[in-house]
């Protein structure tokens, strides 16, 4: 199956705000340059209606919506990322294997848990859609196919909120009318290429030969469209590297070598790193801070926790410890910069070794 968001921060703004979900929905990301200088992030269905789309300026879709009562929001990524992960992790328990490829797309191997029954995969699609629906008020579309190429087709085909399923013998039909643009990995630049071959839908692709593709467009990516096009394609659906760490950086007020005078910043920076351990579901086993001083020496200082972590609080506690012992360490240091860095990660919880025991009993 591929899974694939609806409008996806259109569809977060409105739960944040239920008052916008009549309404044409617009997420601008401001440039700052003037006041409403920037772009469209994306738009929700009915802001779509209108010609609204994702990377036009702000003020065009304002004059596209003059005439309606429609909300302009500015982006919030960091919220969009922490619905994100949720809504991910609700996926990861129902599939085989799982691989997310974007904020709001991933693949979900059924194969074992469906018997390679197709029936079965619609339900357990549909039974996806309903969790997402019902723990975080988000709809999906979804495609099923014998493969990542089909299914990621498939669930582009009725969206929003909609389900594809292409079984094994019905993939030639399926792809035969569909434009060459439909074949992921396909932008401007090669469907201008093919459509001076003369082909503009994927049938007609089928019918080129391999050489002229991969004269046309080298050896990897004219091997792929041959095969894309016969809708092959054997790529296994696999977990992605998970982070191994998460830090940040910032530069100090004034140079300093009180440690006291650091802490406003490293509660910052412990915060700031804490929240991106929460929105990827990681706790940590580590903590280290980066200390960059006058002369742009850069010291590494870092301590095992006693426990998983994910809190802010510990993550400071820990940070203003070593850069106090960092600064009795080297008497001579005045720091420019600071840094927190959490690593050791996990999709472990961050249970301490007390209440793991408690919950035992
Ligand atoms: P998409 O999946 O391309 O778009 P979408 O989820 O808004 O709409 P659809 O129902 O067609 O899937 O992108 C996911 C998010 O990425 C989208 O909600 C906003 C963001 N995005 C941008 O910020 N700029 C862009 O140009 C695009 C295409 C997406
Ligand atoms: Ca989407």
């Not at 396909?186 to 459509?195: I, M, Q, W």
């Not at 580590?286 to 998983?308: F, G, P, Q, W, Y």
């Not at 009795?328 to 996990?346: H, I, N």
């Amino acid at each position: 199956m591929h899974l694939d968001l609806d409008s996806f921060y259109a569809q977060c703004e409105e739960n944040a705000n239920p008052s916008l979900k009549a309404k044409p929905v617009v997420v601008c990301v401001y440039s700052g340059r003037t006041a409403e200088s920037g772009a469209v992030s994306t738009a929700n269905y009915e802001a779509r209606k209108y010609g609204v789309r994702a990377g036009i300026p702000i003020v065009r879709a304002k004059k596209l919506l003059e005439s309606v009562d429609a909300a302009f929001v500015p982006m919030n990524h960091l919220y969009y990322e922490q619905v994100s992960e949720r809504i991910m992790e609700i996926l990861r328990t129902q599939a085989d294997a799982f691989e997310q490829t974007s904020i709001d797309e991933a693949f979900l191997d059924v194969s074992k848990r469906t018997a390679l029954n197709f029936d079965a995969a619609r339900s357990a699609a549909l039974e996806v859609k309903k969790q997402v629906l019902m723990q975080e008020s988000v709809t999906a579309s979804i495609g099923i196919g014998p493969n990542k190429v089909i299914a990621k087709i498939a669930s582009d085909q009725s969206k929003p909120d909609g389900l594809t399923l292409v079984r094994p013998e019905e993939v030639t039909q399926f792809l035969s009318p569909l434009p060459v643009s439909r074949i992921p990995g396909v932008g401007k630049k090669a469907e201008e290429k093919l459509s001076q071959l003369s082909v503009s839908t994927i049938s007609q692709l089928s019918n080129l030969g391999p050489a002229i593709l991969v004269e046309t467009f080298g050896k990897s990516l004219g091997a792929y469209l041959y095969r894309a096009s016969r809708g092959e394609d054997d790529d296994p659906v696999k977990e992605r590297e998970q982070p191994t760490q998460f830090s940040r950086i910032a530069t100090l007020k004034e140079n300093t070598r009180r440690a006291e005078d650091t802490f406003p910043l490293l509660t910052e920076l412990a915060n700031s790193v804490s929240a991106k351990l929460v929105s990827h579901g990681m706790s940590c086993k580590s903590v280290a801070i980066i200390a960059i001083l006058t002369d742009l020496s850069i010291h590494n200082r870092s301590k095992m926790l006693e426990s998983l972590s994910t809190d802010g609080k510990v993550i400071e506690a820990t940070a203003r410890q070593l850069t106090q012992e960092f600064l009795q360490s080297k008497p001579d240091a005045v720091l420019r910069r600071l840094g927190v860095r959490a690593s050791g990660l996990t999709r472990e919880t961050g249970q301490t070794n007390m209440s793991k025991f408690l919950t035992a009993q």
